[in-house]
């Protein structure tokens, strides 16, 4: 079993910044490849991120250039830094964990899931 909690939400205006958190405890972390998905009110969850255990990471059109993910292995820890947020960002972020790194923007490649951290963005 892999825990996962995220934390780092909250409320920013338009093109402010934000850093999400989300710390593993269980197995062996850099084991892992590590995903970051969103949801919004009436929408489907959708991909945002992801970083393998080698480190390489992906990202969604929507974040790209604008969302940074990184890892902390010695820590357990991945990172999502965003900046630049619109309202479209507003959602609730959730961090998984995946064993198996073929298909990172597939929320089905992921083993455990975290609870979620709001992020609210106002224009």
């Known amino acids: 079993q892999v825990q996962l909690v995220e934390s780092g939400g909250g409320l920013v205006q338009a093109g402010g910044s934000l850093r999400l958190s989300c710390a593993a405890s269980g197995r062996t972390f850099s084991n892992y490849a590590m995903g970051w998905f969103r949801q919004a009110p009436g929408k489907e969850r959708e991909f945002v991120a992801a970083?393998?255990?080698?480190?390489?990471?992906t990202y969604a059109d929507s974040v790209k250039g604008r969302f940074t993910i990184s890892r902390d292995n010695a820590k357990n820890t991945v990172y999502l830094q965003m900046n630049s947020l619109k309202p479209e960002d507003t959602a609730v972020y959730y961090c998984a964990a995946a064993y198996n790194d073929y298909r990172l923007d597939y929320d089905k490649e992921y083993d455990y899931w975290g609870q979620g951290t709001q992020v609210t963005v106002s224009s």
């Open positions: 970083i393998s255990w080698s480190g390489g990471s």
